[in-house]
T-cell receptor
Framework: NAGVTQTPKFRVLKTGQSMTLLCAQDMNHEYMYWYRQDPGMGLRLIHYSVGEGTTAKGEVPDGYNVSRLKKQNFLLGLESAAPSQTSVYFC????????????FGPGTRLTVT | KQEVTQIPAALSVPEGENLVLNCSFTDSAIYNLQWFRQDPGKGLTSLLL?????REQTSGRLNASLDKSSGRSTLYIAASQPGDSATYLCATYSGSARQLTFGSGTQLTVLP
């Protein structure tokens, strides 16, 4: 049971380049989330999905797009990377009621130069 | 909007001490509260989850309590060890917001 996995683990981009981060979960969860973690700012929600084919904005969605074409996968895209997007990105999925427990992936460390 | 606060931001204790980490939140309409551990450069590991109807949860040397009415949770670590050194994060889950709201964490150092 792999839980939540993220690809890639590390990435360096130049300003203006694009990339996609992949999150996969094998727990058949409906809800999935993308967070970013920055020093002094804590974890902040970027986008989330409540099921296949759905997405919604979180606290800091600007500059990011997401897609949930398959239930097990949640993709985070950066169309034109900026240095302000240098961060560690975490994906999570949520178990159903009654626990609503969230499970996190190992993270992707992204540097934009 | 939910706000979660963790005090202190950093804590250093000698090995063997019992310690308490504090978490407070402003909106008591939560489904649950989770405590996580994060090692440097690593992901989040869930330690304990307390449902809104529960008062406490225990796992090994860890005990977490929840007082919804006062908006507080504590994580008690018994007989601390150097391997407990990490950042501890608490987060509340709100059904209306459909998301976790995190505190900024307490960085714990247990000295040998």
């Amino acid at each position: 049971n792999a839980g939540v996995t993220q690809t890639p683990k590390f990435r360096v981009l130049k300003t203006g380049q694009s990339m996609t981060l992949l999150c996969a979960q094998d727990m058949n969860h409906e809800y999935m989330y993308w967070y970013r973690q920055d020093p002094g700012m804590g974890l902040r929600l970027i986008h989330y999905s409540v099921g296949e084919g759905t997405t919604a904005k979180g606290e800091v969605p600007d500059g990011y797009n997401v897609s949930r074409l398959k239930k097990q996968n949640f993709l985070l895209g950066l169309e034109s990377a900026a240095p302000s997007q240098t961060s560690v990105y975490f994906c999570a999925s949520r178990s159903p009621r009654p626990s609503y427990e969230q499970y996190f992936g190992p993270g992707t460390r992204l540097t934009v130069t | 909007k939910q706000e979660v606060t963790q005090i202190p931001a950093a804590l250093s204790v000698p090995e063997g001490e019992n310690l308490v980490l504090n978490c407070s939140f402003t909106d008591s309409a939560i489904y649950n509260l989770q405590w996580f551990r994060q090692d440097p450069g690593k992901g989040l590991t869930s330690l304990l989850l307390i449902q809104s109807s529960q008062r406490e949860q225990t796992s090994g040397r860890l005990n977490a309590s929840l007082d919804k009415s006062s908006g507080r949770s504590t994580l008690y670590i018994a007989a601390s060890q150097p391997g407990d050194s990490a950042t501890y994060l608490c987060a509340t889950y709100s059904g209306s917001a459909r998301q976790l709201t995190f505190g900024s964490g307490t960085q714990l150092t247990v000295l040998p």
